[in-house]
């Protein structure tokens, strides 16, 4: 009996480390979202970014914060967004404080050096993503619903 | 996942039509025309406005003196001075400015030019003049470096951009003693030929200067302190310096921000000239605060005309002031004194190149070379309708304070509407009750007489921004 119950305990608690592995993993998401959207910010445009932070933050407007899963991939001019200096940081942080992510793109940022002769310096709140596309697909693959305002 | 496109799709064109949800942005006249906003500022943005108006006095005649029975200069339609009224497209500007490489928001650039009839244009030929362009650094903190031709640190009436000022003509003061002429000789010798008449050696200063600028911003709490130091030429736009003296500008402004308050809703129907495009929320040109400021300008300025006041003179202004928007009420004031060049007007109150009708003269301009003057204003706006501001203004100006027969006295009571059509278009009509005289000469004197004959003036102007 003890040797059965040491092996149920052992699966449980596998099962619970996986469990919590995977939550603290993704925890950024919301588990008790009930809509999740990623937002495209690759437009040169400057009232593009002005525009998508509008949008993100009407969605957690209309459906709350916590039933809404909201992320914002910057890459190719959009990313100029997420520079550290960006006059929108302070919207920017209120929508992390939402729970918003913001995701940044890594080719993009390459580039960007290039040219720079340095790299950018991001927001703090900017997650380094390998390619804002394939983050993107990948988000959706996963049911988000893909926004470019 | 039951994520309903539809309104998402709803919600994304709320969020472009409702994209008002500006930044809390502190904005200040140095921030908006030397910077751009971070990290958002494109390459290239055009820009400009356009402003046609309409003046009209009784046309009086002067009443005394050599040029008796003569058009008054004070009566006539600027810039020309050859009729008491009529229309005039007195500004159309066309500008670019940005940050030429994208990426890097530490480099800016302003460019403007004026298409318009006006002081700017008018002297020194050609119909087109630039009047800013300039290069601004921001690469270190606490001191962002602005060179090239532009608006002077100083008063705010002159500061301000010009198409979001809230009267169709500047107060005495700043119209005498801040809006500077720029002349060859001082005119105190009588001219008997037109061609060597005292006139203006080239456009006004129109407020602006060639040279150097140290400048920011800081926010502490709710109060945002600004600091420029600026050198300069001291020899307005399109002129290099003429005379190896260096003119010194220093500004100072703490503006208490008043949080919670909802934006001054009439500024907002005007677009801001420099972050507006990208934030042209509520807080538009004008938002909630009381602002304090303190400006000093100081330099010399050369006469080189013989036998008229050729030398090096100083010239020195300096003034404190406030503004204070909140709710429906706009309002200001501003005290400064001068010293040293100031502007005369011309001989008898003429037409500069009106024959006097002995016919052994020519007026032309005159330049105290050691006045002192000083001058002040009251201004008052209150929104009636969110579309629909009354205004009203009264300003002073004592001129030569120091040179008794020579003291001019010029008070203005300016009552005034502004209409928003919309965030771009705006109808200004004015009403200027104007009085002059001279305070230390009799009333029967011929300058008295003269002035008695300062007509009030009427003025309409439309402007359109795009």
Same mark, same amino acid.
């Given at each position: 009996?003890?040797?059965?119950?040491?092996?149920?305990?052992?699966?449980?608690?596998?099962?619970?480390?996986?469990?919590?592995?995977?939550?603290?993993?993704?925890?950024?998401?919301?588990?008790?979202?009930?809509?999740?959207?990623?937002?495209?910010?690759?437009?040169?445009?400057?009232?593009?970014?002005?525009?998508?932070?509008?949008?993100?933050?009407?969605?957690?407007?209309?459906?709350?914060?916590?039933?809404?899963?909201?992320?914002?991939?910057?890459?190719?001019?959009?990313?100029?967004?997420?520079?550290?200096?960006?006059?929108?940081?302070?919207?920017?942080?209120?929508?992390?404080?939402?729970?918003?992510?913001?995701?940044?793109?890594?080719?993009?940022?390459?580039?960007?050096?290039?040219?720079?002769?340095?790299?950018?310096?991001?927001?703090?709140?900017?997650?380094?993503?390998?390619?804002?596309?394939?983050?993107?697909?990948?988000?959706?693959?996963?049911?988000?619903?893909?926004?470019?305002? | 996942?039951?994520?309903?496109?539809?309104?998402?799709?709803?919600?994304?064109?709320?969020?472009?039509?409702?994209?008002?949800?500006?930044?809390?942005?502190?904005?200040?006249?140095?921030?908006?025309?030397?910077?751009?906003?971070?990290?958002?500022?494109?390459?290239?943005?055009?820009?400009?406005?356009?402003?046609?108006?309409?003046?009209?006095?009784?046309?009086?005649?002067?009443?005394?003196?050599?040029?008796?029975?003569?058009?008054?200069?004070?009566?006539? %339609?600027?810039?020309?001075?050859?009729?008491?009224?009529?229309?005039?497209?007195?500004?159309?500007?066309?500008?670019?400015?940005?940050?030429?490489?994208?990426?890097?928001?530490?480099?800016?650039?302003?460019?403007?030019?004026?298409?318009?009839?006006?002081?700017?244009?008018?002297?020194?030929?050609?119909?087109?003049?630039?009047?800013?362009?300039?290069?601004?650094?921001?690469?270190?903190?606490?001191?962002?470096?602005?060179?090239?031709?532009?608006?002077?640190?100083?008063?705010?009436?002159?500061?301000?951009?010009?198409?979001?000022?809230?009267?169709?003509?500047?107060?005495?003061?700043?119209?005498?003693?801040?809006?500077?002429?720029?002349?060859?000789?001082?005119?105190?010798?009588?001219?008997?030929?037109?061609?060597?008449?005292?006139?203006?050696?080239?456009?006004? +200063?129109?407020?602006?200067?060639?040279?150097?600028?140290?400048?920011?911003?800081?926010?502490?709490?709710?109060?945002?302190?600004? !600091?420029?130091?600026?050198?300069?030429?001291?020899?307005?736009? =399109?002129?290099?310096?003429?005379?190896?003296?260096?003119?010194?500008?220093?500004?100072?402004?703490?503006?208490?921000?008043?949080?919670?308050?909802?934006?001054?809703?009439?500024?907002?129907?005007?677009?801001?000239? %420099?972050?507006?495009?990208?934030?042209?929320?509520?807080?538009?040109?004008?938002?909630?605060?009381?602002?304090?400021?303190?400006?000093?300008?100081?330099?010399?300025?050369?006469?080189? =005309?013989?036998?008229?006041?050729?030398?090096?003179?100083?010239? =020195?202004?300096?003034?404190?002031?406030?503004?204070?928007?909140?709710?429906?009420?706009?309002?200001?004031?501003? !005290?400064?004194?001068?010293?040293?060049?100031?502007?005369?007007?011309?001989?008898?109150?003429?037409?500069?190149? %009106?024959?006097?009708?002995?016919?052994?003269?020519?007026?032309?301009?005159?330049?105290?070379?050691?006045?002192?003057?000083?001058?002040?204003?009251?201004?008052?706006?209150?929104?009636?309708?969110?579309?629909?501001?009354?205004?009203?203004?009264?300003?002073?100006?004592?001129?030569?304070?120091?040179? %008794?027969?020579?003291?001019?006295?010029?008070?203005?009571? =300016?009552?005034?509407?502004?209409?928003?059509?919309?965030?771009?278009?705006?109808?200004?009509?004015?009403?200027?009750?104007?009085?002059?005289?001279?305070?230390?000469?009799?009333? +029967?004197?011929?300058?008295?007489?003269?002035?008695?004959?300062?007509?009030?003036?009427?003025?309409?102007?439309?402007?359109?921004?795009?």
């Amino acid at each position: 009996m003890t040797s059965i119950k040491l092996k149920a305990f052992a699966v449980y608690a596998v099962l619970f480390i996986s469990l919590f592995g995977f939550a603290t993993s993704s925890m950024a998401e919301k588990v008790f979202a009930e809509h999740k959207v990623v937002l495209q910010i690759s437009d040169p445009n400057p009232f593009k970014q002005k525009l998508v932070l509008n949008v993100a933050h009407n969605i957690l407007k209309y459906y709350g914060p916590d039933l809404v899963d909201v992320e914002i991939v910057a890459f190719g001019p959009g990313l100029r967004l997420l520079f550290k200096n960006n006059v929108y940081k302070t919207r920017i942080q209120s929508l992390v404080d939402s729970g918003v992510r913001f995701s940044a793109c890594s080719n993009t940022i390459k580039n960007m050096t290039k040219k720079l002769g340095h790299a950018p310096a991001l927001n703090p709140n900017a997650v380094r993503v390998d390619a804002g596309v394939v983050r993107i697909l990948k988000l959706t693959k996963e049911g988000y619903t893909l926004i470019k305002p | 996942m039951k994520t309903n496109h539809k309104l998402i799709l709803a919600l994304t064109c709320a969020a472009g039509l409702l994209a008002s949800s500006g930044e809390a942005l502190a904005i200040n006249w140095l921030k908006m025309q030397g910077t751009e906003p971070p990290g958002t500022s494109g390459r290239a943005r055009v820009w400009g406005f356009i402003q046609p108006e309409y003046q009209q006095t009784d046309g009086t005649k002067l009443q005394a003196g050599p040029w008796k029975g003569q058009n008054a200069a004070f009566n006539m %339609s600027r810039p020309d001075l050859k009729s008491d009224s009529g229309f005039n497209l007195i500004r159309a500007r066309i500008g670019v400015r940005g940050t030429g490489f994208p990426l890097d928001s530490d480099v800016n650039y302003f460019f403007l030019a004026e298409f318009g009839n006006n002081g700017i244009t008018h002297q020194g030929g050609g119909s087109v003049k630039l009047t800013d362009a300039s290069v601004t650094l921001n690469e270190i903190k606490g001191a962002r470096i602005r060179v090239g031709t532009f608006k002077t640190p100083g008063s705010e009436e002159a500061l301000m951009a010009i198409h979001v000022f809230n009267y169709v003509n500047f107060s005495n003061g700043t119209n005498q003693l801040l809006l500077e002429r720029y002349f060859n000789g001082d005119g105190s010798s009588a001219k008997t030929s037109l061609a060597s008449i005292n006139k203006p050696n080239g456009p006004v +200063s129109a407020f602006r200067d060639t040279g150097i600028q140290v400048f920011d911003w800081f926010t502490i709490g709710n109060w945002e302190h600004t !600091y420029a130091l600026m050198v300069g030429n001291g020899n307005g736009i =399109t002129r290099n310096d003429n005379d190896g003296n260096r003119e010194v500008y220093a500004y100072w402004a703490s503006e208490l921000l008043f949080t919670g308050a909802t934006p001054f809703p009439s500024g907002s129907h005007l677009a801001p000239p %420099s972050w507006s495009a990208d934030h042209q929320g509520p807080r538009g040109v004008r938002y909630q605060s009381l602002k304090l400021y303190g400006w000093y300008q100081g330099g010399k300025r050369t006469l080189t =005309t013989a036998g008229d006041g050729a030398g090096v003179y100083d010239r =020195t202004r300096q003034g404190v002031g406030f503004t204070l928007l909140r709710g429906k009420v706009r309002a200001g004031a501003e !005290y400064f004194v001068a010293k040293g060049m100031i502007f005369n007007g011309t001989d008898g109150g003429a037409v500069a190149g %009106s024959h006097n009708n002995a016919k052994t003269a020519f007026a032309d301009f005159n330049v105290t070379t050691n006045g002192e003057a000083n001058s002040w204003y009251l201004d008052f706006g209150y929104l009636i309708h969110p579309k629909l501001e009354l205004d009203i203004r009264y300003d002073t100006l004592n001129r030569d304070t120091n040179i %008794s027969k020579a003291e001019r006295k010029f008070d203005t009571l =300016t009552l005034g509407a502004q209409y928003f059509f919309n965030k771009k278009s705006r109808l200004i009509v004015n009403y200027e009750m104007r009085n002059a005289s001279a305070p230390n000469l009799p009333g +029967s004197a011929a300058p008295n007489k003269i002035l008695d004959g300062m007509d009030n003036r009427v003025s309409a102007q439309l402007l359109i921004i795009f």
